[in-house]
């Protein structure tokens, strides 16, 4: 299947900064990628969508502020949590769609974010 | 309504036997559908995509039924390593953009 990147898969960091978490398709490009957040046994939760070229349609209650994505790329997307606190401590996970059908979407392995 | 729902389960099945999955949809113009499984803090991984004529792969069998708005997942011959939440995913393509919905997930339990 395709391969989907993203970068670091840990993290911890200290409140009150920010991190900056890539996803990278490796072998196919993808206009649109998506930005997933999952608390422990709870379901995946869609934080934003991240097209190509354009600004990203954040889901509601997602800070647009607080939560910058950049895409920069056919390949890459960036989610930057800015002025991080501990309540921000998840599992980040980013997709990529294929631009060409059946449109399936690929997953990074996974960011754990902890702030301390 | 949600837009997709799933049965949460869990579903405790014991080695060798058949489940099946039923997945709902609200939007009669998703276009896409797919069944991912996601082990235990993983990411989700794609099982099959969904056709309407219906789809197989080894023990696993997907159908789609646009008239009544849902797909499901058969799983034969269950094995240990089924174990996992089974997430039923619903895609929109418009303009070039695309609005993918999760479910919440079925967790499965296959038990020795």
């Known amino acids: 299947g395709a391969v989907v990147s993203q970068h670091p898969s840990r993290v911890i960091c200290k409140s009150g900064t920010s991190v900056k978490i890539e996803c990278r398709s490796l072998d196919f490009q993808a206009t649109t990628m998506f930005w997933y957040r999952q608390f422990p046994k709870q379901s995946l939760m869609l934080m934003a969508t991240?097209?190509?070229?354009?600004?990203?349609?954040?889901e509601q209650g997602v800070e647009k502020d607080k939560f910058l994505i950049n895409h920069a790329s056919l390949t890459l997307s960036t989610l930057t949590v800015t002025s991080a606190h501990p309540e921000d401590s998840s599992f980040y996970i980013c997709?990529?769609?294929?631009?060409?059908?059946?449109?399936?979407?690929?997953f990074g392995p996974g960011t754990r974010l902890t702030v301390t | 309504r949600k837009e997709v729902e799933q049965d949460p389960g869990p579903f405790n099945v014991p080695e060798g036997a058949t489940v099946a999955f039923n997945c709902t949809y609200s939007n009669s113009a998703s276009q896409s559908f797919f069944w991912y499984r996601q082990d235990c803090r993983k990411e989700p991984k794609l099982l099959m995509s969904?056709?309407?004529s219906g789809n197989e792969d080894g023990r696993f069998t997907a159908q789609l039924n646009r008239a009544s708005q849902y797909i499901s997942l058969l799983i034969r011959d269950s094995k240990l390593s089924d174990s996992a939440t089974y997430l039923c995913?619903?895609?929109?393509?418009?303009?070039?953009?695309?609005?993918?919905?999760f479910g919440t997930g079925t967790k499965l339990q296959v038990i020795p």
């Open positions: 991240s097209n190509e070229g354009s600004k990203a349609t954040y």
């Open positions: 995913v619903v895609t929109i393509h418009s303009g070039g953009y695309q609005k993918v919905t």
């Open positions: 969904v056709y309407s």
């Open positions: 997709s990529a769609v294929r631009d060409r059908g059946p449109y399936e979407q690929y």
